[in-house]
């Protein structure tokens, strides 16, 4: 098994990342007491702390079932980000890392004028957006109109989902082509408990795939 452990260091704030992998116990607990408080976060994990809660909703026809938006996150796709983390997915891997998503039930309905207006709040902090779930293919319909109203504004996007990406193809869905053909990142591929070491970066477990649309 491979050893590797990488440090993402923010050079404007001083918030220092670490990814390891293959690392032995006792390595693991030096570095924690090298480097002292620590919190433990993974994709579509983040460290606790604020989350978007939409104090109302704009009227638009079109909504999206959403889990929550946190933003500053550097371990969903290139730089620092904004993440839409979508509510319910019909996949539900085994060990899945956020099992609270699955149920839409744990999310709420809410415009996507209310969405974008909250990322747009944020862009100047972050280097892009990230939607993952969830799993957003399960409203393609919704994350097509999302996708289509964030590139109004350049933002880079990285879709996260656990489908691979002949499955969606396969599936000849008008929407579903549309978000492919628009963002910049997909990861695909069911997350796979067994599969969690050299993974790469992004992604949960190494059978999932980084595919650069554009």
């Known amino acids: 098994m491979k050893k590797e452990i990488t440090f993402i260091l923010e050079h404007d704030n001083g918030k220092l990342t670490t990814e390891v992998s293959g690392i032995p116990t006792d390595l693991l607990i030096d570095l924690?007491?090298?480097?002292?408080?620590?919190?433990n976060l993974n994709c579509g994990k983040p460290i606790g702390g604020e989350s978007w809660?939409?104090?109302?909703?704009?009227?638009?026809?079109?909504?999206?079932?959403?889990?929550?938006?946190?933003?500053?996150?550097?371990?969903?796709?290139?730089?620092r980000r904004s993440v839409i983390q979508v509510a319910g997915c019909s996949i539900r891997c085994p060990g899945c890392y956020v099992p609270e998503t699955h149920s839409r039930h744990n999310g709420k309905q809410v415009s996507i004028s209310s969405v974008l207006d909250e990322i747009l709040s944020r862009c100047h902090e972050n280097d892009g957006v990230t939607i993952l779930g969830g799993e957003p293919f399960d409203q393609s319909n919704s994350v097509a109109e999302l996708v289509l109203r964030?590139?109004?504004?350049?933002?880079?996007?990285?879709?996260?989902?656990?489908?691979?990406?002949?499955?969606?193809?396969?599936?000849?869905?008008?929407?579903i082509r549309y978000i492919i053909?628009?963002?910049?990142?997909l990861i695909d591929g069911p997350?796979?408990?067994?599969?969690?070491?050299?993974?790469?970066?992004?992604?949960g477990s190494s059978n999932q795939r980084l595919l650069q649309q554009r």
């Open 53 to 79: 809660e939409p104090s109302y909703l704009k009227d638009d026809r079109h909504y999206l079932w959403l889990h929550r938006i946190y933003h500053n996150s550097v371990v969903d796709g290139p730089g």
């Open 191 to 203: 997350f796979d408990s067994s599969l969690v070491f050299e993974t790469g970066e992004y992604r």
């Open 181 to 185: 053909s628009h963002i910049d990142t």
């Open 150 to 175: 964030l590139k109004s504004y350049n933002f880079h996007i990285v879709v996260y989902t656990g489908y691979i990406s002949e499955q969606l193809i396969a599936k000849g869905d008008f929407d």
């Open 32 to 39: 924690r007491d090298d480097l002292g408080t620590s919190q």
